[in-house]
């Protein structure tokens, strides 16, 4: 256990500015919704302290609590109470908030990033939010400050009702309150089950996978390198437009097979579960107003056999096309049930035929989303990431210039003993630099 070195000062709860109405204090949830289980994003902003001329004289915190009571006028159910797995009580309890110090520098913490010390910034760390989850509560902002005047932030949403494109969605009319941009701001749209009713159902899905015994390490991919994984994967007898993230990905999970077999001695079958963003997949597209859980797994196997880059890429890339040509239209309307049962049932059945010989990795990638473009009024971020430290994890994110994407990998002690030495791995990343590294070019004061 890491010495604390965050501490909280005082908590408050935030209502919505003014009450919902009357007919909007239920939202019925969509069958995704439904599945999801109540976990919470673990983001994190970081923010250095405000130049003269980004402060406003009132403190920064205040008018974030003040702004967050406006937004949460038009983002009502995350004032309110998850009641059932198909259904918020929108009845203005409100969201949560945490303001904390920490007793280590700003850059100490981009310095040196360490997986342990980044989790005291989220409430989870803290035993005194562990009742508000268990209540029902769908947002818990922890706001941090530094000796050296700068601030973390935690928007901590439940899964149950937001996805990273609804987490987005919040945060830009969030922070647009905060700085007083408010012309062309947007309300969201909670479209619920309108999209695919809710259903009786004996399950949903599970997150859940263990934490002990486990490392967690952070890789950082750039551009160059990135291109020349590209260029080893057109070598294959197709070439095709694979993504930096499917790049990034297969060579992940190339390096943590063979660590595996490493560890194990033989090869076992593996199953990779990615979250794809199904608001472009669909017929006809969803907007990015459009709040909710609007994501499905895609569920890509892999027996073995795989062991080249371009043989692990091109296989996710066949899933992922498709995925999006057969299944992502069908997760609405009528038709959205039997879609989804088919989905759990196909998962139930790899699983089963593999039993325990399998190994299972997780996948979300946050690339793509304006993250380091939240800006309460004070700056941008000079670091936003995301990582949960539960074994075969993989998060992702473009790093700040975007010029690379940043990876939070879990595996377990002796495989990442191994994988975080492999020189293939290696040789396209770089183990834990320095976050401040990649944020120079962004004006900062030298002081923290």
Known sequence: MPEQRVHIISSTTIKPSSPTPRHLRTLNLSLLDQLFPPSFAPLLLFYAEPGPGNCS??????????????????????????????????????????????????????????????????????????HLVASGCLLIVQITTFSCGGIAVAPYTSHKLMDGSSIACFLRSWSARSAQRLEGLTPPRFIGDSLTQARELPLTLSDYAPTDHCATRRFVFRDSKISGLKAEAARSIEPTRFT????????????????????TGSTHPTLLQYMANLRNRMSPALQEIDVGNLAWIINISFKGSETTLQELVSNMRKEMISFRDREACGLRGNEGFSKVCESIAKLGNVMGEWKEEANLYRCTSLCGFPFYEVDFGSGKPVWATCHRSMKNYIYLMNTKMRDGIEAWVTL?????????????LLASAALNPSAAHHVMRATIPSRI
């Open 57 to 130: 004289g009132e403190p920064l915190s205040r008018r974030m609590q003040a702004s967050l009571s406006e937004t949460l006028v038009d983002f009502y159910p995350l004032a309110g109470r998850v009641r059932s797995s198909a259904r918020i009580s929108c009845d203005d309890e409100g969201a949560y908030w945490i303001e904390a110090r920490a007793d280590v520098r700003l850059n100490d913490i981009l310095a040196q990033t360490d997986a342990a010390l980044l989790n005291q910034f989220l409430p989870s760390f803290h035993a005194e939010t562990l």
């Open 244 to 263: 930096r993230v499917e790049l990034v990905l297969a060579l992940i999970l190339r390096c943590a097979f063979k660590a595996s077999r490493s560890v």
């Open 412 to 424: 377990g002690e002796r495989e990442m003993a191994v994988f975080e030495r492999d020189e293939e």
